[in-house]
């Protein structure tokens, strides 16, 4: 990035307090010319000067192998980017800029077993800047969530296993840059698929609705799996809950079993029943070592702190594997949607290997069921459970965020998270991939309650295999109840559900709807809706349900191409562009689909709320019209593409 800079030097202005905050050491601030703050220059010092670049903005430096008591120049750096920042806080030299604050980050690995959390005290100042970023170039300081597992031991049938030191579970598990496989039954068809599974069975007619007990066939369960059952590591089940429906997966715990009436207890109730009219849901079992069977599986005991893996080439020999240590790793939150943390950049910043969670359900079951009295309380089953609101890099409260050139791999569950009021957030030239969820999320409030999270532009991005974990709802970009928001030059590849998604409820009034507006031109959604049904790589819902259908949403210069479910999906197969129920007011221009299962588009039931120019799915389309070499990532992309 260019900062904006003036010729005025860093000095003892306003807001500049110098001195030492309780429990901080803060070393002298150094101009450019290497005097402190206050002292005379002193020998050599120039090589050392820490607090501004050459252009007489402040800078510092931070690097794995530095140390905090340093004074945080190019040769003396700092050791953690939570000390940075707690200087910069201690001094206030983010308020009152007349350039961008950088924070260099030499190239290495930060172990991160916490969350590195910027609040509204970090925020930019005059429409400056503070930036963290790498120094060495994109992706050169890796911010690593999870560390290495050594001590491995043959065990029995291929299978090794390692002591772990953990006091609290882990739920996803990293061997030599890939995403091991809980161990499951059945297993895995391959890594790249979700499939293949078992179907519930319906325990008796009055029970059709449960949601809480998952029925099996005869032979489907061994009573020889040790489940654990009673305790407090059980094993799970994942399921596409709502019988032949194919939107959400669920990850829950089992309490028991019953092999005579051949039904498992469930601890907590999935998000849609586990049977309807069109048959029983697909499902699987994990988390047991009776499981652990195929290469690339692996089981954590965790009362025994013991991990097992079976790995593909009969040795542990040069084979790395990660456990995670955090969830999150960068947080960024103002203190309310009135105080906001704003104009802080994270610049070419690699994050990986995050954890997941020991159980997740997309959303409350019912009605009004978060306690909280809201205008309109069916939202309540539209947004996730507050116990999933988080990503790998979290936002909320903010203004002026920007995101940029980083590489965010490996995550137990959504990349780039932003939560409630977050505007003006600009997310770009990034590589997302192997994510536990979705790619980025963008959750706005409640609808008819404020607008409070629009415009935020989502631009010069890679994103692929998407839902790794939570295969059911998983997108590369969601955006729910936010509006005027740009995704562009973007790639979305191979995932269970959506490419992008953009959602509200259909039952909210236009006025009380914040999802209009939004702008997506020249991306390629490819290898899409692999493992769900009733929706396609584009996928809009409830975003004007009401007439006048003016269009105010724009989609143009859009490439759809593979929409093909695994066979065993029951449901509706998969369209190119789904516009479900209140997918209206959109104008599309210049979309091409190809390889889709079912219809390449699909609209809204009854109603002709959309506009339509140049589409490949009507008669007369130009295909000249195309934008091919600008569509996707630019060449100013960072990354190899994969």
């Known amino acids: 990035m260019s ?18 905050a309780v429990g901080l050491v803060l070393p002298a601030l150094v101009l450019g010319g290497g005097s402190a703050l206050g002292a005379a220059p002193t020998s ?68 991160v077993e916490k969350k590195i959390s910027f609040d509204d005290r970090d925020s930019g100042s005059n429409g400056h800047q503070v930036v963290y970023r790498s120094a060495d170039g994109p992706g050169k300081a890796v911010f690593e969530g999870a560390e290495q597992v050594t001590g491995w031991q043959p065990y029995k049938d291929g299978i090794f296993r390692a002591p772990v030191d953990v006091s609290q579970a882990f739920h996803t598990l990293y061997v030599d840059g890939s995403r091991a496989t809980t161990a499951r039954y059945p297993n895995r068809r391959s890594a790249e698929e979700w499939a293949p599974y078992l179907r519930s069975t319906l325990i008796d007619p009055s029970k059709e609705a449960v949601r809480d007990q998952i029925g099996f066939a005869e032979g489907d369960w061994d009573p020889a799996w040790d489940l654990r059952l009673g305790s407090s590591w059980p094993a799970q089940v994942v399921v ?20 005579t009436k051949r039904r498992s207890t469930l601890i907590y109730p999935t998000r849609y029943s586990m049977v309807n009219s069109g048959g029983g849901s697909r499902y699987f079992v994990q988390n047991s070592l009776s ?35 955090t969830t999150e790793v960068f947080s960024l939150a103002g203190a309310s949607a009135g105080r906001r943390l704003e104009n802080l950049t994270l610049d070419g910043l690699a994050v990986q290997h995050t954890d997941f969670m020991d159980w997740y359900r997309y959303g409350w079951n019912g009605t009004g069921d978060s306690g909280i009295k809201h205008k309109y309380p069916k939202y309540d089953t539209q947004i996730e459970l507050p116990r999933n609101r988080w990503g790998a890099i979290s936002l909320t409260n903010t203004r002026g965020v920007r995101l940029t050139r980083l590489h965010v791999a490996q995550t137990g569950f959504t990349a780039i998270h932003l939560l409630f009021a977050n505007e003006r957030t600009t997310v770009s030239d990034s590589l997302l991939e192997h994510l536990g969820n979705d790619g980025i999320k963008v959750e706005g409030g409640w609808p008819g309650e404020g607008d409070l999270a629009h415009d935020n532009t989502f631009t010069n991005n890679y994103i692929h295999h998407v839902g790794e974990l939570v295969a059911g709802d998983s997108a590369g970009v969601e955006i729910m ?46 290898h ?42 029951p449901d509706h197969k998969p369209y190119g562009v789904h516009m479900d129920f209140g997918g209206c007011g959109f104008a599309f221009s210049d979309v091409k689909v190809t390889n889709t299962e079912s219809d390449p588009y699909h609209g809204p039931s009854a109603i002709v709320c959309d506009t339509f120019d140049n589409v490949s799915w009507e008669s007369g389309f130009d295909d000249s019209r195309m934008q091919y070499d600008q569509i996707g990532v630019l060449p100013s992309f960072p990354y190899e593409k994969p």
Request: glycine share 10%; with cysteine; charged share 20%.
């Open 3 to 20: 900062p904006h800079r003036s010729n005025r030097r860093l000095g003892a202005g306003p807001g500049l307090v110098l001195g030492v």
């Open 44 to 111: 050599g010092a120039g090589a050392d000067a820490a607090a501004v670049d050459p252009a007489g903005c402040p800078a510092f430096w931070v690097a794995p192998d530095g140390d905090d008591s340093a004074i945080g120049s190019r040769t003396k750096p700092w050791r953690t980017v939570e000390h940075a920042r707690d200087t910069i806080r201690a001094r206030r030299l983010n308020q009152h800029l007349n350039c961008d604050l950088v924070v260099n980050l030499k190239a290495g690995t930060y172990r």
């Open 240 to 259: 596409w809950s709502g019988g032949s429906w194919s939107w959400f997966t669920d990850t829950v715990p089992l309490f028991d079993i019953n092999f």
């Open 291 to 325: 499981l652990l069977d195929q290469a690339g599986e692996y089981y954590l005991d965790l009362p025994a702190k013991q991990l097992y893996y079976k790995p593909a080439g009969g040795t542990m020999d040069g084979v790395e594997v990660l456990r995670p240590t």
């Open 481 to 526: 109840n936010s509006g005027r928001n740009e995704i562009s030059h973007t790639v979305v590849e191979h995932g269970a559900r959506y490419g992008i998604s953009i959602e509200s409820r259909p039952e909210i009034p236009n006025p009380d709807n914040y999802t209009g507006g939004n702008q997506v031109h020249h991306v390629r959604l490819s």
């Open 528 to 569: 899409l809706a692999k493992d769900s049904g009733d929706t396609g790589p584009f996928y809009a819902y409830g975003v004007r349900n009401e007439a006048p259908y003016t269009p105010d949403a724009k989609v143009s210069q859009l490439i759809v191409d593979d929409a093909n479910a695994d066979p065993s999906m």
